[in-house]
């Protein structure tokens, strides 16, 4: 049976929906919502189509090829919304409608629901819209008279938007849907139920927009008699579809032209799509998207940003021969504290103007964090990262899908900051995520496409990292691109020298300051348990001296924490500062705990034992007197060895001396729970330890040396859902799946709405915005439950985003964090 409607809707309708501005009405609606996307889709391509040619090196003759397919893939991409389960689904959650109990109850007792009296959807509408434009002969004769336009492509661009086309998951749902036809209303007209007024075909002005535009689709629609659509059907359309696509694919060679032109067409449809959700919400749309596209770093822009890092010093000259390089890829061996940020700012001046510049580090663990994961950054450095965040937070409700998702409005909004943002300072998985089809870095796909990209600590890659950064490499064939590190290995150095040669180019190699890396600057001992540190650890705190002592957990941080307080309590007259630090704190509440740690280590007057885990080797730029850790992976123990006796200087002789006046200790010991790394890797670890112990005094040079011996497995290969998937759009993991999530702790909630109903009094900004804002400064992550079906009973998301977390879920503590109270 067919369930009328009043339109078509592209969204649910929120209460206040008839007090909203006409333009942001119209885009909840089919025909609003496409031509909101199709609009921003040539906002977007008249601005960034030839920066995305030369970024992924196709020459003009695709210029007009990619225009057209993306307008394409925009126009056809949500057709499929127009049946009555999606229809049904929208106006049953659609909070205006709540006025009408006896028509939704109506469509409730027409069309199937779930467990949860939801409608349930036969098939999703993005597949449902391939299906209308390639097996309704209609619709595909029509579109096909379209210049200029690969079909196929623009299919697998609108069917792949929302990034769900598995092959290995059925398409057609059966089960809970009963055995009545699927109705499309596709250019039919639609009686004006439950409200009496006149009601436009919206279909009809759907397909108008194609019409109208640089399509120029015949004026003469396509008069389409099928409507309905039973199960059979749906299922052997899909078949035929997927073979027609399969067909093509195969065609299609690794590595080509063909490949990165789909790749192109399948990102920009997804960023139209995220753009036409956000722009009907501004006063002028089209000239706020077009500023956004705008943001681009100026000379002006580095140049403050370097004169802040350097304060009135001179660069070295390892700095200026980065900044030198003619190569567009460029290579840097280099280790901690030589001035690497600095020089990859100065090698900004000649390669990212007129570009973003992502600086991109790979933090495990930590990976959904703010910037404080990476570095202290200076006012110059985060005023390019916020830029334009005042005036676009009030897009907030806009990027929020109506399906209820926080991971995928988390995503959203995280990857809308790189669109507003000049200079991006994240971790590696904001961009080679990309290659995988994470949903943050293809979200911010317009900001990529405009990247110059320096990916520091490369030597800490796992494979999956490192197989997806020589993919990148590969494929953005027109990207500026600086590889540096402390300690590549072998197998690193020659897969990307291999890579760059496959491309026909010359890579330049930049070696670190000799004299700064030859200073030896620290001496290994290795002990049977970490109860054995504790004579040491005490007599650096008497002696005013500043213990980092790094751990492989967030668990094992805070039980190091408790115990190596409770121990130091034995040494009488001990005056010091302990303090613990690791990722799982409210964001507001590690914003004080960084500032603590650093404002610690800077002072002279008393010892400080600052206990971490993995979340000290990339965020805190600091000089360790001591260094304790459990053996890791050697990525790991290199990083936190640059946090040890890292500072120098010149003596009245003009010699470069280490700042301490000595030589440092750092003390290793076995562990039980290798987690997160492999006992093989945490062997591997050890060795690489006792080996450098041998030689007494230890320079960054050693380190290098020493990584450079280490022969593990050769490096994996791996896949690029995004290029190799072709018609198939469906996300896979860039590295080993977290096991976090940040949500809002239950008794944290009250507070956030009152402080954020102050500051729309103080501020004037709107409820949504204030609740934004401060909503990111409550949530923490934590442990995902255990099992993780449990997950599904915290329903309650705050502003759709952050799930609660109950009350007795999640214990938390601002000195050790969230501690989790799951059942196992």
């Not at 006409?22 to 609606?29: G, N, R």
């Not at 436009?200 to 399509?215: C, W, Y």
């Not at 320096?454 to 993919?471: C, T």
């Not at 039980?672 to 450098?692: H, I, M, S, W």
């Amino acid at each position: 049976m067919k369930v009328n409607f009043p339109r078509l809707f592209a969204k649910s309708l929120p209460k206040d929906f008839l007090r909203l501005p006409k333009e942001i009405q119209s885009a909840h609606f089919l025909p609003g919502h496409t031509a909101a996307v199709y609009c921003s889709a040539e906002i977007i391509l008249n601005r960034l189509l030839p920066i995305i040619l030369r970024q992924l090196g196709l020459g003009d003759e695709w210029a007009q090829l990619l225009l057209k397919t993306t307008l394409m893939g925009c126009y056809i991409h949500d057709w499929g919304k127009a049946n009555q389960h999606f229809l049904g689904l929208m106006a049953t959650e659609s909070v205006h409608y709540q006025k009408h109990p006896q028509w939704l109850q109506t469509i409730k007792s027409e069309l199937p629901t779930n467990e949860r009296n939801q409608v349930q959807q036969i098939i999703r509408h993005e597949i449902l819209s391939g299906i209308l434009v390639l097996r309704v002969p209609e619709f595909r004769q029509w579109l096909e008279s379209c210049e200029n336009v690969d079909l196929l492509v623009a299919v697998w661009g609108a069917i792949g938007h929302h990034l769900k086309v598995d092959p290995t998951k059925e398409f057609v749902k059966t089960k809970g849907c009963g055995n009545a036809p699927l109705y499309v209303f596709c250019q039919h007209k639609i009686p004006s139920k439950p409200d009496s007024k006149p009601v436009r075909d919206d279909f009809r002005a759907l397909l108008k927009i194609g019409t109208g535009s640089q399509l120029k689709l015949p004026p003469q629609l396509p008069n389409v008699k099928k409507s309905n659509w039973t199960q059979e059907e749906l299922k052997y359309a899909v078949e035929a579809v997927t073979d027609e696509c399969e067909a093509m694919a195969k065609t299609v060679g690794r590595n080509s032209d063909r490949q990165r032109f789909i790749a192109a067409v399948k990102a920009t449809v997804i960023a139209a799509d995220i753009a036409g959700s956000a722009v009907p919400q501004m006063a002028n749309q089209r000239q706020w998207l077009r500023q956004v596209l705008e943001q681009v770093l100026s000379r002006e822009d580095l140049q403050q940003v370097i004169d802040s890092r350097l304060n009135k010093k001179q660069p070295r000259g390892f700095q200026k021969s980065v900044a030198a390089t003619k190569s567009r890829i460029t290579l840097v061996k280099a280790g901690c504290g030589t001035g690497k940020t600095i020089a990859a700012y100065l090698w900004g001046l000649n390669w990212a103007i007129n570009r973003k510049l992502f600086v991109l580090y790979p933090t495990t663990g930590t990976a959904t964090q703010g910037f404080l994961d990476y570095g202290t950054l200076t006012e110059a450095e985060t005023a390019l990262m916020h830029s334009r965040s005042n005036i676009d937070l009030e897009v907030y409700q806009a990027l929020i899908n109506e399906n209820d998702d926080h991971v995928e409005n988390e995503s959203r909004l995280q990857s809308f900051k790189a669109w507003i943002a000049k200079l991006i300072v994240g971790t590696v998985d904001s961009v080679l995520g990309l290659m995988q089809n994470n949903r943050k870095p293809i979200y911010a796909w317009i900001a990529i496409a405009q990247g110059a990209f320096v990916f520091d600590e490369v030597h800490a890659y796992d494979d999956k990292l490192f197989s997806a950064l020589l993919r990148f490499i590969q494929t953005f064939k027109g990207a500026p691109i600086l590889l540096m590190s402390a300690s590549f290995t072998q197998e690193q150095l020659a897969k990307i020298y291999a890579t760059v040669a496959e491309l026909g180019e010359e890579m330049t190699e930049i070696e670190g300051p000799k004299d700064l890396e030859d200073l030896p600057r620290y001496q290994f001992q290795v002990v049977e348990s970490s109860t054995d540190v504790m004579v040491d650890v005490a007599a650096a705190l008497g002696a005013n001296q500043k213990v980092l002592w790094v751990n492989n957990s967030v668990k094992s941080c805070v039980d190091t924490y408790n115990f190596a307080v409770n121990e130091l309590v034995k040494y009488p007259n001990l005056d010091f500062l302990p303090l613990v630090y690791h990722a799982r704190y409210r964001y507001k509440d590690r914003v004080d705990r960084h500032s603590q740690v650093m404002s610690a280590f800077g002072q002279q007057t008393k010892g400080v034992l600052a206990v971490t885990n993995q979340i000290c080797e990339m965020s805190l730029d600091l000089s360790a007197d001591l260094l304790i850790t459990p053996f890791a992976i050697f990525a790991a123990l290199i990083q936190r060895l640059g946090r040890l006796n890292r500072q120098v200087e010149f003596d009245a002789t003009g010699n470069l001396v280490l700042a301490s006046g000595r030589i440092c200790q750092a003390i290793f010991y076995p562990t039980n729970t290798p987690y997160p790394y492999t006992g093989e890797q945490v062997k591997a670890g050890q060795e690489f330890v006792r080996e450098l112990a041998e030689l007494g005094e230890i320079s960054q040079t050693d380190l290098m040396n020493a990584a450079l011996k280490i022969t593990g497995e050769p490096i994996a290969e791996y896949d690029s859902a995004w290029l190799d998937g072709l018609w198939c759009t469906s996300r896979e993991s860039l590295r080993e799946p977290g096991n976090t999530i940040n949500v809002i702790l239950a008794e944290d909630k009250q507070n956030i709405e009152k402080i954020a109903k102050e500051k729309r009094a103080k501020k004037g900004i709107s409820k949504n915005k204030a609740l934004a804002e401060e909503a990111q400064k409550w949530a923490v992550p934590v442990r995902l439950p255990r099992p993780i079906s449990e997950l599904k009973n915290w329903r309650e998301k705050f502003q759709k985003i952050y799930p609660i977390a109950p009350t007795d879920a999640v214990i938390y503590s601002e000195v050790t964090g969230a501690c989790e109270q799951y059942k196992c």
